[in-house]
Every structure is written in structure tokens, then in C-alpha cells.
């Protein structure tokens, strides 16, 4: 079902929590998540990310679509192993503000990245370019962090 997107920013600063691959019981509750995240990210054409606080959930869960292909990966309880070379101070916008640019955001283009796939399978991989760009984004989710935050103060 598509989720309203939040936009509470006390909300949106909570820490999510990890996610234990090995009850039945959350098994069941994250497949519920999941469905939802997929038809709220199907229905909002700009996104090519979201991050579960984001249509209410505080577990460690986040969708993007990879590029070129735009297909669509599930991370669970995402880390990252290692930033290569040096940030860049990029331009994002966040479903969870919208209509707002937030400029010079520093982000890595290359990143070695764990994290467990929809089937339940733990994965390493290198991420570039806009894929490492929105995993960064995304995991900030996961940590009570949204774009505004990086505005100078
Ligand atoms: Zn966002």
C-alpha cells in the first residue's frame, strides 16, 4: 500500500533500528515494509530512493533504483566498509522536503558497501557514481539524518 511520505523532521531525526534476519517474525513484518516502500517509491516518479523512517518505519531498510538501469536493489541493515578518494559538495533534494535544493553536501563517489539483499543474502560490493551518492543518502536516513541538517547553521 503507498504510504504517506513524513516530512516531521523530530520524527525523521530518530535513529532506526537494525533488523534481525533471523525471526520469523520480523521476517514477516519486514515483507510488509518492503511492499509498502515498493508502492510508495513506484508512485513518486522523481524518487530514486527511500528510506523506511520515511514512510514511518524506524528499521534499517532502504530502497534505491540502480543506474543505468533503474532497477530497483533492497538493502538491509546497510554499512559502509570504506570511502574512496575525497567528498564532493553535491545538490540533493529529499522526498521528505520537498521543494527544497540543499546545496554542498558532501558525498564520496566510490564506496565499498555490506549489506543484506532482499533474499536474505549478505553482500559487498563497490558503489559509484549517483548509486554511492544515494546509498549515503539513504543510510543518513537510517541514522536521524535528513538533508537539512547539513544547511550551515
Ligand atoms: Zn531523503
Same mark, same amino acid.
Given at each position: 500500500?503507498?504510504?504517506?511520505?513524513?516530512?516531521?523532521?523530530?520524527?525523521?531525526?530518530?535513529?532506526?533500528?537494525?533488523?534481525?534476519?533471523?525471526?520469523?517474525?520480523?521476517?514477516?513484518?519486514?515483507?510488509?515494509?518492503?511492499?509498502?516502500?515498493?508502492?510508495?517509491?513506484?508512485?513518486?516518479?522523481?524518487?530514486?530512493? =527511500?528510506?523506511?523512517?520515511?514512510?514511518?518505519? =524506524?528499521?534499517?531498510?532502504?530502497?534505491?533504483?540502480?543506474? +543505468?538501469?533503474?532497477?530497483?536493489?533492497?538493502?538491509?541493515?546497510?554499512?559502509?566498509?570504506?570511502?574512496?578518494?575525497?567528498?564532493?559538495?553535491?545538490?540533493?533534494?529529499?522526498?521528505?522536503? +520537498?521543494?527544497?535544493? *540543499?546545496?554542498?553536501?558532501?558525498?564520496?563517489?566510490?564506496?565499498?558497501?555490506?549489506?543484506?539483499?532482499?533474499?536474505?543474502?549478505? *553482500? *559487498?560490493?563497490?558503489?559509484?557514481?549517483?548509486?554511492?551518492?544515494?546509498?549515503?543518502?539513504?543510510?543518513?536516513?537510517?541514522?536521524?539524518?535528513?538533508?537539512?541538517?547539513?544547511? +550551515?547553521?
Amino acid at each position: 500500500m503507498k504510504k504517506q511520505i513524513v516530512e516531521d523532521k523530530d520524527f525523521l531525526h530518530q535513529k532506526s533500528k537494525r533488523i534481525d534476519m533471523c525471526s520469523y517474525a520480523e521476517e514477516k513484518r519486514i515483507k510488509t515494509i518492503l511492499h509498502d516502500m515498493k508502492d510508495t517509491i513506484a508512485m513518486s516518479p522523481k524518487a530514486i530512493g =527511500l528510506a523506511a523512517p520515511q514512510i514511518g518505519e =524506524l528499521d534499517r531498510i532502504f530502497i534505491f533504483l540502480r543506474y +543505468p538501469s533503474y532497477k530497483r536493489q533492497v538493502v538491509i541493515n546497510p554499512e559502509i566498509l570504506e570511502k574512496l578518494g575525497k567528498p564532493e559538495n553535491l545538490n540533493e533534494e529529499c522526498l521528505s522536503c +520537498p521543494g527544497q535544493t *540543499i546545496e554542498n553536501i558532501p558525498r564520496f563517489k566510490k564506496i565499498r558497501v555490506k549489506y543484506t539483499n532482499e533474499d536474505g543474502l549478505s *553482500i *559487498i560490493e563497490t558503489l559509484t557514481g549517483i548509486d554511492a551518492v544515494v546509498y549515503q543518502h539513504e543510510l543518513d536516513h537510517l541514522d536521524g539524518i535528513i538533508i537539512t541538517d547539513y544547511l +550551515p547553521s
